[in-house]
């Protein structure tokens, strides 16, 4: 806490009493005296108003009641990276825990120095650093040019989750001093992102895990980004509002995590623009809203050319109440694992079984692996409990006799084959 405000504390992310907030106004508030911040709550039950006070509108607020004044002395505007750091993962300097001292030489005197063994070690961890965690640590800069760098040259893998970062250039000069980045985690800051695409400096050219959730990011500021990302391999945008606005192009083509759960402004029509990322391996898309989907390219019986590379995809906690959505997905040529709980669809005491029978490549559900012995009972009690519908659909067990109306095929796409295959 200080009174010494930064210089653009507008925008700035801040924290009072455990509370985060970004600051919209600094100035004064009549008919109080003094300098008053107007800040803007995460959670807006902490506040009182608009950012309007008897009848000035001082600042805008998303919540009718998610603005308050506090005074900057109240205020915990954050400290730079290396602070943070150093709090997190060594002591504060001072003697050694022992009270040892030790000689060392200045010129052509002999003085005595108290823990100078402790301080050099502990230099020493800094850089051994490489996988770190500084979750609600209050970074909120990079701090002094070339400090990180010179403290810490090692780390990989960094978590800065639930800081006050506000902004992305910000993220840039901390991620420049950091040559071996490979994970960085950044929920719970929110960040302004650039409004054109930054060019690309080779900040995060080893960067592989890039985690983004509830941070603010909307799906042209990540394409926008993405371009200095070249060897990305997963990207996590839980909890931002995203709506799927344009295709990827020449950007993300090394991707093969994409989380994109509690967005629920996507619909199926905006998954088919990510539907051609060739390296797409696992998709999660829970919590979407999500109750059907469609791949047009192809018919009853055959692949699609979209996803491709799909092997896994979770949508648990969505609108799945039809089969129709199960008989799509054994449209993809290359899924092998589905995540589908608590979905309306499967309520029901036979439901697992009914996928496994209705997606063939199938090899685990539910995080469970499918044994072979479990997918033949499955198909055959699928086949016995359709059965007589089957024929009365006009099919037969004799397949050049057998001719199974549309309505039919359309609900059951695979039946025809698994009578075939058990005839053989």
């Keep these: 806490m200080s009174d010494i405000l930064p210089l653009d504390v507008i925008g700035r992310r801040v924290e009072v009493n455990g509370e985060f907030a970004t600051v919209r106004f600094c100035g004064a508030v009549p008919p109080v005296a003094g300098l008053w911040l107007g800040v803007e709550w995460d959670n807006p039950e902490r506040g009182k108003h608009d950012g309007s006070h008897e009848g000035t509108m001082y600042f805008k607020c998303r919540h009718p009641t998610g603005g308050s004044f506090v005074r900057p002395n109240k205020v915990n505007f954050g400290v730079d990276f290396l ?23 200045v010129g052509s005197k002999e003085v005595q120095t108290v823990g100078f063994d402790n301080i050099t070690k502990r230099q020493s961890q800094l850089r051994a650093l490489q996988n770190i965690s500084m979750w609600k640590c209050a970074v909120s800069h990079a701090g002094e040019q070339g400090r990180i760098a010179e403290a810490c ?9 639930k800081n006050l970062l506000s902004s992305w250039a910000e993220v840039i000069l901390i991620a420049e001093q950091l040559n071996n980045l490979e994970t960085l985690d950044l929920s719970e800051n929110k960040l302004q992102f650039p409004s054109d ?37 997963e990207l996590y945008l839980k909890s931002n509002s995203i709506s799927i606005s344009e295709r990827p192009v020449n950007v993300l083509q090394k991707m093969r995590l994409l989380d994109l759960s509690s967005n629920p402004a996507i619909d199926e029509n905006q998954l088919c623009l990510i539907a051609y990322l060739p390296r797409l391996e696992q998709l999660l898309i829970s ?8 791949f047009p390219d192809a018919g009853i019986g055959c692949k699609t050319s979209m996803f491709p590379s799909l092997q896994y995809l979770v949508v648990n906690d969505n609108q799945i109440s039809e089969w129709s959505f199960i008989n799509e997905l ?27 029978a209705k997606i063939g490549q199938l090899k685990t559900l539910n995080r469970c692996q499918i044994l072979p012995e479990e997918r033949r009972g499955a198909e055959l009690d699928y086949r016995k409990a359709f059965g007589n519908e089957w024929k009365r659909a006009g099919g037969h067990p004799d397949p050049d006799k057998s001719r199974p109306n549309a309505e039919f095929l359309l609900a059951h796409p695979r039946y025809q084959l698994l009578c075939c295959s058990t005839s053989r």
Excluded: M
Excluded at 86 to 104: A, H, I, P, Q
Excluded at 208 to 223: F, H, P, Q, R
Excluded at 287 to 294: E, F, T, V
């Design 83 to 105: 602070t943070a750091l150093k709090k997190r993962y060594v002591l504060e300097d001072g003697s050694d825990d022992n009270g040892k001292s030790c000689s060392l030489k």
């Design 153 to 161: 040259p090692n780390i990989r893998d960094v978590n800065l989750s």
């Design 197 to 233: 695409s930054p060019t690309p400096t080779g900040t995060f050219s080893n960067l592989k895990i890039l985690v983004l959730n509830k941070t603010g990011i909307t799906w042209a500021e990540v394409l926008r980004c993405a371009a200095s990302w070249p060897v990305l391999e």
């Design 287 to 294: 919590d979407i809203g999500l109750s059907s989907i469609h």
């Design 330 to 356: 054994d449209k993809l040529q290359s899924l092998q694992a589905l995540s589908c709980t608590r979905n309306p669809l499967t309520e029901g005491d036979k439901a697992e079984e009914i996928i496994i």
